[in-house]
């Protein structure tokens, strides 16, 4: 068994009702190196160099120091989402042409290893390195209807999983699968399928809340199921 690492009282934010399309997109960017495209411990140096104005979108330096996270607003729709995604993309790829690296998403990056990467202040050496990815956040009326749409979504992630394979290699060997992601993933306390017996709002805060007095989660945020 996983050993207790924080248990407590869970944090779970207050569920508000959000517009019935809106959306919210999260993504992790690998900083390369022009020449080798090895990862380049320089994330926090790209910080200052985006253009990116203020109550918009936002950038930080995450997991390690070649890692940048990045955060559209909630958004009214399709339209505005893939414009600020646009506006993202162009201000990184002004400021990496400014630092003289590269960067680049979708996947692990497949020949750093656990040994040589660069932790920021505060980051737990036994978490495993960035997988790169994408999180969407779609507003719906409520909390229980949330939870129906995930439930329902949750059948069909294997076909989300096969759509996004991407990473066969895992520290400069070749995984044998099409994408070792999904596996890296799977090492986090609180992942996979959401179980099927979640049926609202309630039954979701209960689940975390016995998580978290185990020391398995400390709020929802920390809940990473595919849907």
Known sequence: ADPVTAAGPARLPQCA?????????GMEWMVLDRATYDLRDTA????????RPTGTWAATAATDAATLEVATAMLGGYREAADQATDIWRSMRRAADEAGVVVAGGGTHPFRTRRERRLLDGQDPADPPAGFGMR????????DEAVRICAWLGLRAPLFIALSASSPYWEGVDSGYCSARNNIVGVFQASGVMPASLRSRHDVARHVARLAQR?????????????
Do not use: F, H, M
Request: no cysteine; proline share 8%.
């Open 17 to 25: 009702d959000a517009r019935p399309g809106s959306v919210g997109i």
């Open 44 to 51: 926090r140096d790209l910080l200052p160099l985006l253009d």
């Open 136 to 143: 969407i956040q779609v507003g719906v009326p409520g909390g």
């Open 215 to 227: 020391g398995l989660a400390a709020g929802t945020g920390e809940v990473d199921w595919d849907v």
